[in-house]
């Protein structure tokens, strides 16, 4: 074969392609251009200190059903730092279970964007409940707010001038000391957050 010429293919493997990452939303809003996460707070002890956290697991046991709340001492729930850049902005609902020692009494909610040291409210609302265990749920307009990557979404929950009182922060929803029971008056503390989607 002195005419012939011999060619040699390499042979190149190409790795296959990541499979496409697929947000989980609560729901989405179609008009805002959201998908809509829910969160659940609750607390851990962490080497005798407890912390106050947010996650997405709704089955998760909290390290206490419940959360005392101290007139004016806020109780901030936080979620790990993002990975990846996010914009928050819509219609936020938060939503837990209360028992109060007075009549009427009133609740703080926000939403904030902790940046390093600097902490920026993105939404908030007063709620006024009474003294016995209840319901309560609120609804917060957002501003529109960009976190970077490392910052954390925090929900902060604070009793404003008023006696202590107690709200349910238990993903797994089992009855409470005092608010209970939980078929009646979920001690779950839950926050549904929208994020801007390209849809």
């Known amino acids: 074969m002195d005419g012939d010429k011999l060619m040699v293919l390499s042979q190149?493997?190409?790795?296959?392609?990541?499979?496409?990452?697929i947000a989980t939303?609560?729901?989405?809003?179609i008009a805002e251009g959201t998908g809509v996460f829910l969160f659940q707070g609750f607390n851990a002890n962490l080497a005798g200190t407890i912390?106050?956290?947010?996650?997405?697991?709704n089955a998760l046991f909290s390290q206490t059903v419940q959360t005392g709340l101290v007139?004016?001492?806020?109780?901030?729930?936080?979620?790990?730092?993002?990975n990846l850049p996010k914009v928050i902005k819509g219609t936020a609902i938060v939503r837990f279970s209360t028992k109060g020692a007075l009549?009427?009494?009133?609740?703080?909610?926000?939403?904030?964007?902790?940046?390093?040291?600097?902490?920026t409210d993105v939404g908030s609302q007063n709620i006024t409940i009474d003294g016995t265990?209840?319901?309560t749920c609120t609804v917060m307009s957002l501003t529109t707010t960009?976190?970077?990557?490392g910052d954390i979404l925090r929900l902060r929950i604070m009793a404003v001038n008023t006696n202590d009182l107690t709200i349910?922060?238990?993903?797994?929803?089992?009855?409470?000391?005092?608010?209970t029971p939980a078929a009646t008056y979920p001690t779950k503390l839950e926050a549904y957050v929208p994020f801007r989607i390209d849809l």
């Open 51 to 57: 912390s106050y956290n947010l996650t997405g697991d």
């Open 168 to 179: 349910g922060n238990d993903p797994a929803n089992r009855d409470g000391a005092e608010i």
């Open 71 to 82: 007139s004016n001492t806020p109780k901030n729930y936080d979620l790990s730092p993002f």
């Open 133 to 135: 265990p209840e319901n």
């Open 103 to 119: 009549s009427t009494e009133t609740v703080s909610v926000k939403l904030q964007r902790v940046s390093g040291v600097d902490v």
């Open 12 to 21: 190149i493997t190409y790795p296959p392609p990541p499979p496409n990452a």
């Open 25 to 29: 939303f609560a729901f989405t809003d």
């Open 146 to 149: 960009h976190f970077k990557k």
